[in-house]
């Protein structure tokens, strides 16, 4: 039986037999071994094991032992790596049968666990019986004491003195006798090689029943219920002797960590083995405590009892102390690889116990709590320090070091700092004093004792320690490897690189924490310990050994052209690494890297030897490669963490340009060691691919790099002081392009169906990373744009194209799932989801990883969306096309909507809780996520959406796609805009004033309240209702732009882009109430604001000074300015013919709402312009009150007076004020934040003094952040209401185009009236369409206005508009003529009131406005200079807004001037607004204030036009200039307030631009 078991897995993968002979074989094994535990459970009886008395007993228990040991070894490879599959279901039942056996027989285990304590419980019992029979000795002295009287020399004690002396040598010799016949009788009945055997099945057991466990749901419950943990803990059955007590008790475990000393393994043979093995258990138990930590139903019983098994810890650490001892001395340490194989495992023993047991494993390191005895924990230390000292002389050429000491020691320090790095991860940062440290954790003093922080602690901290040995083993290191033989591999040199590395990452893992902790404290100068380990030398070090992890391939060479070639496995089906790492998988808590039970894994390699292989020397090749590969992944996890606690250090103690030098060599550092590792594991992987499934990735070095990759450039990003900008281009470029290889390979390698549900977290972590350092790089490198030559654009783009695709198969890889349905899709680690799944309850940045990698996605793709910057050129042109292709070829967009509609559906249902404040955190968290998505989605479907004005196919694929129609029907905008929109949606219809809350904002409306400031906070699904307007808007802006560049280009594009029109069309009928009701909102926040604190001025002039009709929130505006845009674009071109067919109705609305809104924001903006001229005047006016006629010269807007400028200057900036509602904290916070230094001192003397003036109270309200920001929409609003009532006049339609022929046919002398505008061009110039109020006209044709027709001669007289000339032209030569019908205004004809409220109140638009509009303008083109750049609109903005009023006042004029009688044009009001445009143009034609802000030629052309109304302004002007010279007396009291000056009755005068000339 026992050779059939030994030779098992031979027999199994060799059989020349059928499956079914195999499996019949197999069952005959296992029946036998069941025939076996039953002859051992004969042993077992009456609650008793009765041992084996004779030699025959103890052969039969060893042979079966043996049997089970050997069967269960056999069965490993057979489960997992035998190609049929009936033959390994038949040897995983055999294996269960056997476990289960041992799990639920009580007497059978008691039995293994007594002969596996056998020679422990015998030699007890043998004391026991000395003992006790020493006692009865005793007893009968101290009685014959009692009864005999003190006499002679020794008194009592003399008749056991010298008459006895003979006897007692007899009995001591006959003592040794029976003595050496116990020792020969123990040897003859092999009950130590029994006992062996027991202890091995104990281990096998615990292995197996993790194996078993490993895949169940109930891991540690079903762990516990299979493992011998439970029974070593029980009370153990002895030996029972008519001499002892039977009732005894002692746990299994008790005895078998008796086994572990240092005789033992001085002795050699069974003891030494058994001393190891029972190490191994002790671990083994205490591991699965710790995994099924609630087993015991409260953790500190689960400590009494092992405390009380393990003898309260004494036991180990006397036997540590005796090792530690012994390894002191140099002679002992040389062979003895036992004596340090028992001391690291034990060291790992306590390593485990100070996580799960921290009081036993104080116990095992210092003693009892009584008497602390910290003679091991020095020995410890002084083994470390040894080690240091050594390792330093290897890595010295000239100093000659035993190799084997070298691996002894090391190996020895391994255990040493793997127990330390255990205390300091539990204890180190909580533990920082003495008198605290044990309060806090167990073993806190002995942290505390290692850390320095006890007054016995050693002088040398271990730390400090720790540092040194990193960079000797670092220097040995890179010693070793200038030593190696490129052309050859040397096993052995592997071997000690290996332990090395290992070392080296315990050390990292404890100055690590130890950083961490001295910064927080600010103790031991923080980092200064370490601060030679980031210099440049040995950051060069680093690199170089963090790029050498590229053993993978080699491994994988091994393990398929050595290992399994040796065993003829190269072929067969399931032979592979991955089912190898099930089969043995590597022991954990380990103090040293390893690739898999070496043990067994070798067992099995010599029973696969074929003739003429030597696969054992084949394995442990393949072994040490893999084992190579495993410590130095561990090595770069660690540096990688180590050097992110280092980075965080110096950021915060070290100058910008060393962290940015830091910075930068770790990013060059993790992206070296990220290209090595994943170069070398894409070729291991494409060797193995021929076995099916190769090795599963390792996730553990990646995502630790990845993620101090993304820490590194995100800091390092943040400097932009570069001293060469080129040379750090090329640095970026260079980064981008290895992070792209790096990331295009672990995207391979981490790919669906790969990567176990187990690891899903690690691989989506380590896919967001690397995607987030691209997308740092991209920003930054998008700010050298104008830097880049064009190789490295081109290099760029094709990066950029790659990592799309990389982006893009991360969105492919998610798939939404509602919270937690997705655990139970897949139970077993071996099948992997079809997709990574993710939710939206995922809390901070850390949260769900997948929900991270579907965030980072998005964004990246926004970023490498091709933009429209103004800047086309080919590269960009090519980008874009590509970029289309790789979405199209992807299916990117499908995608896209797939997340999109599952965050909208989220969205809508939890949109009303929490915009009616009922949410809870959870619900409010899902929304915020569930938003985040959807505002990404759609911002970058906007991106690609202006992208289509350059790149034609980009803008086809959304169309196709049906992304448009996708975002028209989306549910969350059509579920949510109720909730924002009122039922009145037009500026016509009258305002609700009931309004619960501010539009755009979630939180309700306040009320009056002393003291109380905004507290609303924005409404993150209107902000998506913003972005859905302005991709609309987009999307009409690149279909005429592409329509006009393909029109007689491509003719099949003009045809495919023709309906999209048609899309934005149905978008705006079915949004029709929420895009108008915005502003209908202008006037209900009035109603819903009342006389709030945080809306008006002074309560005082409350009633003297008028606040607005109207007045926004920030949101509102811009809500108005994506309104208006989409509106502007719906009135541009050939789609404001198809619009006004389409949707006439809603054509009208458009322009009634920006009329009224070109009023709104004009009285707005010329309120601010007003208000800060004057404040400016006034503050220069206060240097110059003793020269009047001097500040007149300089500030004619004085002219009225001081007082007068005073309060207008207040009554605007009231006005301005009241315009603006302030909702959230952030919005009160920005409105007292001044701008300007004058509304900076205004605030402070606010603040310090009550009394302080108006003027300087009031200066905040119009130069402060808040004002700046609504001024810069309100400036977009207003030229996007003038683009729509320019394009959509109805006097651009009133110019007909005629052909010579129609000319010369028609009755003009009917249809033209005199002052009709009519276009003349020679009959031999081909005619032009033409329109009315163009700037400039076609060379071809010239602009007159008709004097009269004459029928009979078929001619008609015309003035020239440009020069004047009347000339007699015929019929025919007329190419163009109004059509008189059609032409009537649309503002008022009335001029800018003098007071800022009455324009506000005007019912209908005015020409005032339109003037209002344009000094704003004017006030940029005086002022900018003295103003914060930051906190002013942009000047292209100002130059749209003075160009299109400027143009639109100039029409409206001149139609007014048409349109009425020549009476009504000599009335004041025609006298006020001629001055008005006076004031405007400037009383000199040659020179302008609004010159600054417009094109020359347009605002020449705009005077020529005017040029009536100018000369009739200027005479008047002159003839007032004539009446101030007169007035040669000035008074200063005229401008302090006194009686106004005749002659000056016009109201504009005081706003004009008057130089000092104008009053010479």
């Not at 939180?1003 to 859905?1028: C, F, M, Y």
């Not at 009150?1185 to 004085?1198: C, E, I, N």
Request: hydrophobic share 40%; proline share 2%.
């Amino acid at each position: 039986m026992n050779c059939l078991a030994v030779n098992l897995t031979r027999n199994t993968f060799h059989s020349q037999s059928n499956t079914q002979g195999i499996v019949s074989s197999l069952m005959t094994v296992g029946n036998g071994i069941k025939v076996g535990l039953e002859v051992l459970l004969t042993l077992f009886s009456g609650g008793e094991v009765s041992f084996p008395s004779s030699d025959l007993q103890v052969g039969i228990c060893h042979s079966i032992v043996s049997s089970v040991v050997a069967t269960l070894i056999g069965l490993k490879p057979i489960i997992y790596l035998h190609e049929d599959d009936s033959v390994r279901d038949i040897a995983v039942a055999i294996r269960d049968e056997i476990i289960n056996a041992l799990a639920t027989s009580a007497a059978l285990g008691q039995v293994v666990a007594s002969l596996a304590s056998a020679p422990i419980s015998l030699a007890l019992m043998k004391n026991a019986t000395t003992l006790q029979e020493l006692s009865v000795v005793m007893d009968s002295a101290v009685y014959q004491r009692e009864n005999v009287r003190d006499s002679g020399k020794y008194g009592s004690w003399s008749r056991f003195v010298t008459p006895k002396r003979a006897k007692q040598k007899r009995a001591t010799k006959s003592a040794e006798t029976s003595s050496n016949a116990d020792d020969s009788a123990d040897a003859s009945s092999n009950i130590n090689d029994l006992a062996v055997i027991s202890l091995s099945l104990l281990l096998l057991w615990g292995e197996n029943a993790e194996d078993i466990t490993r895949k169940l749901e109930s891991y540690e419950e079903s762990l516990l219920a299979l493992s011998p943990c439970n029974l070593l803990l029980c009370k153990a059955c002895l030996p029972v002797s008519k001499s002892t007590d039977s009732s005894c008790n002692i746990a299994n475990l008790n005895l078998i960590s008796r086994y572990p000393s240092v005789d033992n393994i001085v002795a050699g043979g069974a003891k030494s083995k058994s001393a190891l093995l029972s190490a191994k258990i002790v671990k083994m138990c205490l591991e699965h405590a710790s995994t099924s930590s609630g087993v015991y139903g409260d953790t500190r019983i689960g400590l009494s009892v092992f405390r009380a098994a393990l003898g309260g810890g004494m036991m180990i650490f006397n036997t540590l102390f005796d090792t530690f001892d012994r390894l002191t001395n140099d002679s002992y340490l040389d062979g003895n690889d036992d004596s340090v194989l028992m001391a690291v495992t034990l060291l790992e023993t306590v390593a485990i116990s100070v996580t799960s047991h921290p009081e036993l494993a104080r116990s095992m390191l210092v003693g009892t709590e009584v008497s602390q005895n910290w003679k091991l924990i020095d020995l410890i230390v002084a083994s470390v320090n040894d080690t240091v000292e050594l390792v330093g002389k290897s890595a010295d050429e000239d100093e000659s070091v035993n190799e084997e000491k070298i691996s002894l020691c090391s190996f020895l320090t391994c255990g040493c700092l793997h127990m330390i790095s255990a205390l300091w991860k539990s204890c180190r940062l909580v533990c920082t004093q003495n008198a605290r440290s044990e309060s806090k954790h167990a073993c806190g003093v002995v942290t505390s004792h290692l850390a320095g922080a006890n007054d016995d602690s050693p002088t040398t901290l271990i730390a400090n320690t720790a540092a040194e040995l990193t960079r000797c083993t670092l220097l040995a290191i890179m010693s070793l490897q200038e030593s190696e033989n490129d052309d050859a591999i040397s096993y052995k040199a592997i071997n000690k690189k290996c332990i090395l590395v290992d070392m080296l990452t315990k050390a990292l893992d404890i100055i690590a924490i130890e950083a961490v902790t001295r910064i927080q404290t600010k103790t031991h100068g923080g980092i200064s310990f370490v601060e030679d380990l980031f210099e440049p030398g040995p950051m060069e070090c680093w690199s170089i050994l963090l790029a050498s992890n590229n053993a993978a391939g080699l491994a994988a060479s091994s393990w398929l052209f050595g290992f399994s070639a040796s065993v003829e496995k190269s072929n067969a089906l399931n032979w592979n690494v991955g089912s190898f790492l099930e089969a043995y998988p590597a022991e954990k808590n380990l103090a040293t890297s390893t690739w898999c039970l070496y043990g067994q894994s070798t067992r099995l390699a010599d029973a696969l030897t074929c003739a003429d292989s030597d696969s054992s020397r084949k394995f442990l090749e393949c072994s040490t490669l893999y084992s190579s590969i495993q410590a130095e992944d561990c090595f770069a996890a660690s540096w990688a963490h180590f050097f992110e606690v280092v980075a965080a250090g110096c950021i915060k103690s070290k100058g910008s340009k060393e962290v940015q030098s830091l910075m930068n060599s770790l990013a060059e550092c993790s992206l070296a060691s990220l290209s090595s590792i994943s170069e070398s594991k894409t070729i291991s992987e494409s060797i193995l691919s021929s076995q099916g499934l190769s090795e599963s990735p390792d996730t553990m070095p990646i995502g630790d790099l990845c993620s101090l990759l993304l820490y590194s450039l995100s800091v390092s990003s943040a400097f932009d002081d570069f001293e060469n900008v080129e040379e750090r281009c090329d640095v970026l470029l260079g980064m981008f392009g290895r992070l792209y290889e790096s990331a295009n390979r672990l995207f391979a390698m981490t790919q669906l169906g790969s990567a176990s549900s187990s690891n899903q977290v690690a691989v989506c972590s380590i896919r967001q990373r690397l995607l987030s350092s691209a997308l740092v790089i991209v920003s930054e490198f998008e700010k050298l744009s104008d830097k880049r030559t064009r190789e490295s654009s081109i290099k760029y783009n094709e990066i950029r194209i790659g990592l799309t695709n990389l982006a893009v198969n991360a969105l492919q890889s998610l798939q939404y799932v509602q919270g937690g349905s997705a655990d139970t899709e897949a139970s077993d680690d071996t099948f992997a989801p079809s997709k990574f799944s993710y939710d939206f309850a995922s809390k901070g940045e850390n949260g769900d990883s997948a929900f991270q990698l579907l965030r980072t996605s998005i964004s990246l793709l926004s970023h490498l969306s091709p933009t429209s910057n103004g800047h086309s050129n080919y590269q960009s042109h090519s980008y874009g096309v590509d970029f289309s292709s790789c979405f199209k070829q992807r299916n990117a967009l499908q995608q896209l909507q797939y997340h999109l509609s599952s965050a909208s559906s989220v969205t809508s249902l939890t949109y009303q809780a929490v915009h009616g404040g009922t949410a809870s955190q959870s619900v409010t968290t899902i929304h915020s996520n569930a938003v985040d998505i959807v505002n990404f989605i759609m911002t970058l479907v906007q991106t690609l959406t202006d992208s289509g004005s350059s790149t034609v196919s980009t803008l086809l694929l959304l169309a196709e796609s049906g992304c448009f129609r996708a975002l028209i029907g989306n549910q969350l905008l059509k579920a949510t805009s109720i909730a924002w929109a009122p039922k009145s949606g037009s500026v016509g219809e009258s305002a609700s004033p009931i309004v619960t809350r501010h539009r755009g904002y979630n939180a309700p409306i306040q009320t009056n309240l002393s003291g109380v400031r905004p507290a609303s906070q924005k409404d993150s699904v209107h902000e998506i209702w913003l972005v859905a307007v302005n991709t609309f808007a987009s999307l009409l802006r690149s279909v005429r732009q592409q329509s006009s560049t393909h029109e007689k280009v491509d003719e099949q594009i003009v045809s495919q882009l023709a309906p999209i029109s048609k899309i934005v069309f149905d978008f705006v009928c079915s949004y029709e109430r929420e895009l108008f009701s915005c502003f209908a909102a202008l006037f209900n926040e009035v109603h819903a604001q009342g006389n709030l604190s945080n809306k008006g001025g002074k309560s005082s002039f409350s009633s003297s000074i008028q606040s607005s009709s109207f007045a926004f929130t920030s949101n509102l505006l811009k809500e108005c300015e994506a309104v208006s845009f989409l509106f502007a674009e719906l009135c541009t071109g050939n789609t404001k013919t198809q619009f006004a067919r389409s949707c006439g109705s809603i054509y009208k609305k458009i322009l009634t709402a920006s009329v009224e809104l070109t009023k709104m924001t004009s009285s707005f903006l010329g309120s601010i312009g007003n208000a800060r001229e004057l404040f400016m005047a006034l503050s220069d006016a206060k240097t110059m009150l003793d020269q009047p006629s001097a500040m007149l010269d300089a500030h004619p807007l004085l002219a009225e007076g001081i007082p007068n400028a005073r309060h207008e200057a207040i009554r605007n900036a009231h006005f301005a004020h009241s315009c603006c509602i302030l909702a959230t904290r952030e919005d009160f916070r920005d409105a007292h934040t001044a701008t300007t230094k004058d509304a900076r001192v205004g605030e402070s003397e606010s603040t310090q003094n009550s009394s302080a003036s108006l003027e300087q109270s009031f200066q905040i309200h119009v130069n402060n952040k808040f004002i700046a920001e609504v001024e810069e929409v309100a400036g977009y609003c207003l030229f996007n209401s003038l683009s729509v009532v320019a394009n959509a006049h109805p006097a651009s339609e009133s110019f007909l185009s005629l052909s010579p022929e129609e000319a010369s046919q028609l009755d003009v002398a009917s249809m033209i009236n005199p002052g009709a505008v009519v276009a003349i061009c020679p009959q031999n110039t081909t005619a032009q369409s033409l329109k009315m109020y163009r700037i400039q006209a076609p060379q071809s044709a010239s602009y007159a206005r008709t004097i009269r027709c004459d029928r009979s001669t078929r001619s008609i007289t015309v003035k020239y508009i440009k020069s004047g000339e009347i000339e007699h032209v015929p019929w025919s030569w007329l190419v163009g003529m109004e059509d008189t019908s059609k032409k009537h205004s649309l503002f008022s004809y009335l001029p800018a009131a003098k007071s800022i409220a009455d324009a506000d109140v005007r019912g209908q638009p005015s020409l005032g406005h339109l003037v209002l509009a344009l000094k704003w303008c004017r006030h940029y083109s005086s002022s900018s200079s003295s103003l914060n750049d930051k906190n002013t609109p942009p000047m292209y903005l100002v130059n749209s807004v003075a160009e299109r009023a400027s143009i639109l006042l100039c029409t409206e004029v001149l139609l007014h001037d048409e349109l009425r009688d020549s009476h009504s044009r000599r009335d004041e009001t025609t006298r006020k607004i001629n001055m008005q445009l006076l004031d405007l143009s400037g009383s000199d034609f040659d020179s302008s204030s609004l010159s600054a802000v417009m094109n020359e030629d347009i605002l020449e052309s705009i005077k020529m036009q005017l040029k009536d109304q100018l000369h009739e302004a200027s005479l008047e002007r002159e003839e007032e200039r004539k009446m101030w010279e007169e007035q040669t007396n000035w008074d200063n009291a005229s401008f302090l307030g006194g009686k106004k000056r005749e002659g000056r009755r016009s109201p504009f005068r005081s706003l004009s631009r008057k130089t000092s000339s104008d009053f010479s």
